[in-house]
T-cell receptor, first 111, second 113 residues
């Protein structure tokens, strides 16, 4: 059974600071996804990582995938308040493209 | 394109009542999924479908049934609602190669009293 662990689960940071969210998973997979969810809203796709060493960047967010370590990171650079949200990683189980989600990281960026 | 739509957006049921949640997608995706989201639990897969006329169980299927009679629609049924089924339900559909990225609907907030 695939397990996906995110840490930290809660992150409070100041504007302008950098931080990293970690996503570890338990079995081999080459596909990992990051989603953002604002309170009361649906999930919005941020990044799709499809191979070992994949790195994607969008604005102040950068995601990477190390399939050998079974680890993905979501790095936040110079945080701003608009980044406050819950961030989920999800790993493809390898059959029928089902995803297993982490519990999410609630990010709060304070002025 | 509307993407993935869900109806209703909100519903309150009494224990033992039944209801059907409708998911529709206009992206011609083969794969569709139903999830539930509970505080601190992330999203958990209830049922999924790999094409018209097919359904399969996910991680938490008990108490739910699904049907995929048309490619664009995926229905989730609760035959006899229980308070433990109070949750937010999300439908998603998935594109094909190469990304198999899932796109989510706006969600249905269900309360069972």
């Amino acid at each position: 059974e695939l397990k996906v662990e995110q840490n930290p689960l809660f992150l409070s940071m100041q504007e302008g600071k950098n931080y990293t969210i970690y996503c570890n998973y338990s079995t081999t997979s080459d596909r990992l996804y990051w989603y953002r969810q604002d309170p009361g809203k649906s999930l919005e796709s941020l990044f799709v990582l499809l191979s070992n060493g994949a790195v994607k960047q969008e604005g102040r967010l950068m995601a990477s995938l190390d399939t050998k370590a079974r680890l993905s990171t979501l790095h936040i650079t110079a945080a701003v308040h608009d980044l406050s949200a819950t961030y989920f990683c999800a790993v493809d189980e390898g059959s029928n493209y089902k995803l297993t989600f982490g519990k999410g990281t609630l990010l709060t960026v304070n002025p | 394109n509307a993407g993935v739509t869900q109806t209703p957006k909100f519903r309150v049921l009494k224990t033992g009542q039944s209801m059907t949640l409708l998911c529709a997608q206009d992206m011609n995706h083969e794969y569709m999924y139903w999830y539930r989201q509970d505080p601190g639990m992330g999203l958990r897969l209830i049922h999924y479908s790999v094409g018209e006329g097919t359904t399969a169980k996910g991680e938490v299927p008990d108490g739910y049934n699904v049907s995929r009679l048309k490619k664009q629609n995926f229905l989730l049924g609760l035959e006899s609602a229980a308070p433990s089924q109070t949750s937010v339900y999300f439908c998603a559909s998935s594109e094909d190669r190469p990304t198999y990225e899932q796109y989510f609907g706006p969600g249905t907030r269900l309360t069972v009293t």
